[in-house]
């Protein structure tokens, strides 16, 4: 610990300007990675003591992703991505009462309990959704850019998909419309190196994902996706390339997940030393508190007071869900169509 600690001082004073960021940013940051972190551990003890139903897949490890990316997204800007979803939600700032209880199946849920882990939805917060056919959301978020080009609104859509959705066909096809429109998308690939249990390099011809857009002229660059600001700063860097009408940009975010694909998955693909080797020198969370200390910017007391906050809203998120009725039967007959004006 003393070490990283040593490297953080240093990073903090080598630091290049784009990396650059005060107190209030970096907290938030951290506050906003330690939610998603503890809402997924207590979804993952919901989801054994039988409370969480279906596929439940959790974001633990991948946090600094969606909060950097967050971070530059503009009002309006949409998020659309897979079924590991809830950390995406949370970065946009859904409640996690709501989540929770869509994750539970109840009423009060973000979709009315009809959505659950994968499929939940919210225009207010621009987010269009998990998704749970793989690379759907691929087409769909190319659909919205398309929109946004469309309305001369100059307006971003940030493309989630893992790289297991790499390899699926109509990715490519999405790649070569929006690259052929120039339309304004980002393209972000959480690569974790494992897509449902495979590695990448027993999947993938071309293991180096941003390359997958070179045959269409599409840029892109592979990031650390364990470091929040490194994540902001190509963030920023992809969506005004988007914005300025140059086209999509590709992300390629290396990180890794800690838990198996879905709660189902005993992880058995790979060693338990593995993990532990990740939790102890790229946790995303670790680096950035061991910056946040070097910097004199907060303590071990005001970390704990953070955590402790943090904790507090994920047991009200957890008791609200449980004690959130299950939806009426008849609203198996709603949200089928919309009601257009005439």
Known sequence: MARARQAAKAEASNEAPERAAGKDELLKYYRDMLLIRRFEERAGQLYGMGLIGGFCHLYIGQEAI??????????????????????????????????????????????????????????????YGGHGIVGAQVSLGTGLAFANRYRGNGKVTFVYFGDGAANQGQVYESFNMAELWSLPAVYIIENNQYAMGTAIQRSSAETRLFRRGASFRIPGEEVDGMDVLAVRDAAAKAAEHARSGEGPYILEMKTYRYRGHSMSDPAKYRTREEVEEVRKTRDPIDHLRELLE??????????????????????????FARTSPEPDPSELYTDVYVEAAQ
Do not use: N, W
Request: include cysteine.
């Open 66 to 127: 969606a909060v950097g990316v967050q971070a530059i997204k503009q009002d309006g800007d949409q998020v659309i991505t897979g079924y590991r979803d809830h950390g995406h939600m949370l970065a946009c700032g859904m409640d996690p009462r709501e989540v929770m209880a869509e994750l539970t199946g109840r009423a009060g849920g973000s979709s009315k309990g009809k959505g659950g882990s994968m499929h939940m939805f919210s225009t207010e917060a621009d987010f």
């Open 294 to 319: 070097a910097r004199g910017f907060a303590d071990e007391a005001a970390l704990r007071e953070i955590d402790s906050e943090v904790k507090a809203i994920v047991a009200d998120a957890a008791e």
